[in-house]
């Protein structure tokens, strides 16, 4: 019931004998009103309905009592009495039961309207609360022993809401933030310091007057609790709107600190805490509009939620622990080592040619879809881990393998429905001739084993491949890959493998200006093809990636692999899409990079992006060939199709679906590659920009009609980007080609600043060489 302004008034004079004027105020539950008395004195009137438990009411104006017989009585509203000596009354009105108290008035401006927020004010708030909550420390009261949705130390409720949650990209991060207090804190709930908190210091319950806390008001969240979570709240809507939200959040610690030491234990775990208060909030937000609430508090922090849970992903969580134990005098968590004995133990106990990426290393501990945190409190863009194809350590991935694995993991000799449930998914997406699959563990064992299928259907040996490319580190991968055998420590080329030349038409025979680059190209097939025919011999395969990679990062010219495959088939050989790179809805435009070329393979090999980063791929074939290769001899792989590995590809597959990443990747891709483009007018150094959705390649020449590849420009570029976040790489036969090819959750925000750093390096790495060249 909804009592009108007039009756509220009538209420006040019946139960406390005092002629007001109400106004109503907003309010989530309670009917609250401003009552203005004929001397000019205010009170705050509070009418609730008996939803609201008479017990807990009571505990609310206790505790208010209990804080008016501290140094910090006039920071509370006072609970007036009634005629009769009552603080909290019990009304009846047409039937219903309802609870009125009438407050004192507090004097001040709600922290949210404030223009400015010094860093004294945060000070000031955090000690404000630390003296509250030392000022609890000996209250108590049952009814603040309960369930409560927005108490932190319930976080991972709001996964119920989750679903509630539209935007893709929005319920990726709280999901995220859910797993990470899942992990970082749930298992120390039980042993953190509880206490009886007001647990609701938002930005609209804070008052402030000449930049000083004034008042707090609304204790209808309060609720017994790890005690840090009631400073994580005041943190998290101090964070809000703020430039710097680590440093609002220091200084809000610091102040509460200096009134109420907090534990080591309870600093460490803060940053997770302020954002499960936020995924708290969002979910919550979400669910209210699902079931179209129109009360306005109900979204009041929604936009503002959101926007600090994307500032806060940005931080890495190491960096705020740090700054959180120093702040109160804890020895910090970042040091400044060498990484000597590490590197050292490295070389003693690892094999010497495991490279290490970057001159300045770095130490990776974290990853937060498409951010990866190191050991200094520095958080990278990833802009070329491809294999974590939907994001480090997404939810819903990671839950899915938690679960398998905590129920069965264990090999194909016994019948189990994640392996059957997987191959059914993986070859829906692929055209229907390619119906049989084979599971290994990674991409180079899958091109081993397509290769191996080949052969035994064919009954032929040679294969034929493309200068330059890759396809594994196994034996057989090897002798396919010119990168590596005609590179250093190779052993050359083997009599039955047969380089085709490499379709670049950027620095190849054939340009970007030659429509018929594709079937021009294509004719170097036929070539090896009639030569391997004056021997009596006929390929067993043609391989090659559908954009190249370590090739260039190169798409291939259009009706190349239409040539090529027609060429290939009426010699009767397989043909092999390589798709570890590339497939999985990397290229935006088509699911498969095969589907670019408007081709069917007779053989696709899955690596990389189908788990993850777990260790997983796949072989899918044709019928035909599948049953050439059972020639009695039994293909059993130990790990192959495992339950755990099963799961996991069904959960990078369902997540690619249903958060619609193939379109992200076009959409964004698209973005990126405009971006880049822009810089060409530029900066000169940029000879091509080239790619499909998110697999990008960036090609740096010192001179655009020599071709001249920039290196070492490009390792000092890559340098330079690594010191300002943004994690790259370089590919190509010449090493000069930027390689673009980021987890599928990158956004245009990432894009958009990858774009303005790097153009900002280009112009500091052209004015060092500039210089160097004067000086010469």
Known sequence: MHFTEERSAQLVELYYGLQVRARLLSGEYDHNYLLEGEDGGRYILKICGN???LVFLDAQVKIMNHLSQTELADLFNRCIRSKNGLELIQHIEDGALYFIRLFTFLEGEFWINLKERPDSLHYNLGNFLGKMDKALANFSHPAMHRFYLWDISRAMDANAKLSCIGDHERRRIAGYFLLQFETEVLPHISSLRHAYVHHDANDTNVLVKDNRISG????????????????????????????????????????????????????????????????????QSAWNASIQTNNEHHFVSEAPAWDLLQKLIRINPLKAQDR??????????????????????????????????????????????????????????????????????????????????????TNTRYLHDNLVDFAKMLTATLPPQLSVCYFTNSGSEANDLAIRMSRHFTQQKDVIVLDHAYHGTSTAAIEMSPYKFDGKGGFGQMPYIHKAQNPDQYRGAYRYNDAHAGKKYATDVQRIIDELKLENKAPAAFICETLLGVGGQIPLPENYLKEVYKFVKAAGGVCIADEVQVGFGRVGEQFWGFQLQDVQPDIVVMGKPIGNGHPLAAVVTTPAIADAFNNGMEYFNTFGGNPVSMATGIAVLQVIQSEAMQQHALETGNYLMSGLKGLMTKHAIIGDVRGYGLFIGVELVRNRTTLEPAVPEIDLIVEHMKDRGFLLSTDGPLYNVLKIKPPLVFNKDNADDLVQNLDE????????????????
Do not use: W
């Not at 390096?761 to 010469?776: P, T």
């Open 761 to 776: 390096v280009l112009d500091e790495v052209s004015g060092a060489i500039n210089a160097h060249r004067h000086q010469e």
């Open 51 to 53: 939803d609201e438990h």
């Open 324 to 409: 959180f134990r120093k702040a109160c005098g804890f020895r910090g968590v970042i040091s400044d080592d060498s990484y000597g004995a590490l590197l050292q133990n490295r070389k003693r106990y690892i094999g010497r040619n495991l490279s290490i990426s970057y001159q300045s290393n770095i130490k990776i501990i974290r990853g937060a879809l498409q951010y990866l945190y190191d050991d200094r409190g520095n958080t990278f863009i990833d802009c070329v881990n491809n294999v974590s194809h939907v994001g480090h350590c997404h939810p819903v991935v990671v839950k899915a393998m938690q679960r398998q694995l905590a129920t069965l993991n």
């Open 216 to 283: 707090l008001i609304d204790f209808g969240d309060m609720v017994y609790t790890a005690l840090v979570n009631n400073l994580a709240v005041a943190c998290t809507y101090a964070m809000m709107n703020n430039e710097d939200p680590l440093h609002a959040a220091t200084l809000v610690l610091t102040g509460y600190q200096s009134a109420y030491p907090l534990t080591g234990q309870e600093v460490d775990l803060l940053y997770y805490l302020i954002a499960a208060r936020l995924c708290i909030s969002v979910t």
